[in-house]
């Protein structure tokens, strides 16, 4: 008999329908990290992160027969459905903007992320280490200006490193469609990395 | 020429190989990355044209340093989780769920007994009108062949046939049903009998004038032989509807 551990996301979804808790929380443990970065880098925040994660898994345990194999893998449908509790999100606090001293408590991405944090690890890396860590830190800030329709194929594509059919099956968009917004999405993260370089360092970024 | 270098659309090597333009190059750049994308067959070319063209090699170095923060990005995210409350927040509703899944089950199956006991209850009260209606099996009252048998009681039958009355509501054994203890307790059946059955019965077909079948409530012994027979008329099995 199969191990619970060896079965596909499929076969733990079957049997997490026939009531096996075992089988859910096998299945929660290997999706919801991605499902938590992408949540976290769409939102910026770690609250809203933990209950889209949250509501994800509680839609998947109270519709799990929503899930047609047919129109893609698992992931990409639970990637489809945190997309859609995020946007269900900022619909609903278009107001709501959080105060940046609050960001570090709850653990949010703050602009210059985690290891990004300036003096304390200037001592410590060296200047080619605290370059390629600025670097990091202005491409999370620029994504976070993304618009976005560019924002979720950059998380998508390029941080949760899914394929272009996954990002178009938890998208619900064609595959063109997917890679045309990557293309744009890249091209406006250039333009805004050149625009943070200054003159002298634009050289430098592409030198390296 | 284009804004990104020097190289017309579709331009032409030496060898007659057809190379990048910058248009194509800055197609197909984000995806030089990218294992198993279309450009994998176009990197050669991509490169080469870079090679040639200092504004797309600038390009191809910044989209180089951009997919290497992402993936550093993408690293460094990779440690973050949902924090444990959510595990057990969602394991407690699924519990939940099951037992309310499970307790549902219960009254649904006891609803579908109670259904189907009402149901059987409804047949059996059906059959038990209808059974009503359509005797059959009950106690008959037997009438001795008669002597002179027919179907009218004026009528004379001929020897070994049985005269039994249009309107009798007695029972007349049958000549060749002689048990006439198993007549009594016998199975009642209503049939149309044509003339050749009455005659094949033994019953005399002198009073039934131009009709070609009768109704007639027969009895049947256990093994199916017909014992006694009772004419219907018309009105009688009207009235019985």
């Known amino acids: 008999m199969t191990k619970v551990t060896e079965l596909t996301d499929d076969g733990l979804l079957g049997r997490m329908m026939a009531g096996d808790q075992e089988a859910f929380a096998l299945l929660y443990r290997r999706r919801q990290p991605a499902i938590y970065r992408f949540a976290l880098h769409m939102s910026g925040s770690a609250a809203a992160a933990e209950d889209v994660t949250q509501e994800v898994f509680m839609a998947l345990i109270r519709g799990a027969k929503r899930f047609d194999p047919a129109r893609g893998t698992l992931s990409a449908f639970l990637f489809g459905v945190a997309r859609n509790h995020l946007r269900k999100r900022w619909e609903q606090e278009r107001r709501f903007a959080p105060l940046a001293e609050d960001a570090d408590e709850r653990g949010d991405i703050a602009p210059g992320g985690p290891g990004a944090s300036g003096v304390a690890l200037r001592g410590r890396v060296g200047t080619d280490e605290l370059s390629r860590l600025e670097t990091v830190s202005q491409v999370r800030r620029a994504i976070g200006t993304l618009p976005e329709n560019y924002r979720e194929v950059v998380v998508l594509c390029d941080l949760a490193e899914l394929s272009y059919e996954e990002a178009a099956s938890a998208l619900g968009a064609p595959i063109g469609t997917v890679r045309s917004r990557l293309h744009r999405a890249r091209a406006m993260l250039l333009e805004k990395l050149r625009g943070t370089h200054a003159p002298g360092r634009r050289a430098s970024m592409a030198n390296r | ?241």
């Not at chain 2, 927040?89 to 219960?106: G, S």
């Not at chain 2, 409804?122 to 106690?139: D, H, I, K, N, V």
């Not at chain 2, 060749?176 to 016998?186: I, V």
Request: charge should be negative; charged fraction near 20%.
């Open chain 2, 1 to 241: 020429m284009n804004e990104q270098g020097s190289n017309p659309p579709y331009d032409r090597a030496a060898n007659g190989e057809t190379v990048m333009d910058c248009t194509q190059f800055r197609d197909i750049v984000h995806d030089l990355g990218r294992q198993g994308s279309e450009a994998d067959a176009l990197r050669e070319k991509a490169l080469a044209h870079a090679a040639s063209c200092p504004g797309c090699a600038q390009l191809l170095r910044e989209t180089e340093l951009l997919e290497d923060a992402l993936h550093a990005l993408a690293v460094e995210a990779g440690r973050l989780a949902a924090p444990d409350r959510v595990e057990t927040a969602l394991v407690a509703e699924f519990r939940r769920r099951k037992a309310a899944l499970a307790r549902h089950r219960t009254w649904r199956r006891v609803a579908v007994m109670g259904i189907a006991a009402a149901v059987l209850l409804g047949l059996g009260l059906s059959m038990s009108r209808w059974s009503a209606r359509w005797p059959t099996t009950r106690e008959v009252t037997l009438q001795p062949p008669s002597p002179s048998p027919s179907l009218a009681p004026s009528e004379t039958a001929a020897p070994g046939e049985t005269a039994v009355a249009a309107d009798a509501s007695d029972f007349v054994l049958l000549p060749y049903g002689a048990d006439s203890e198993a007549a009594g307790e016998g199975t009642v059946v209503r049939v149309l009998l044509s003339r050749a059955s009455l005659a094949s019965l033994g019953v005399s077909l002198t009073g039934l004038g131009n009709q070609e079948s009768v109704l007639a409530d027969l009895v049947l012994s256990e093994d199916g032989t017909p014992q006694a027979i009772r004419l219907v008329s018309e009105e009688t099995a009207a009235q019985e509807f």
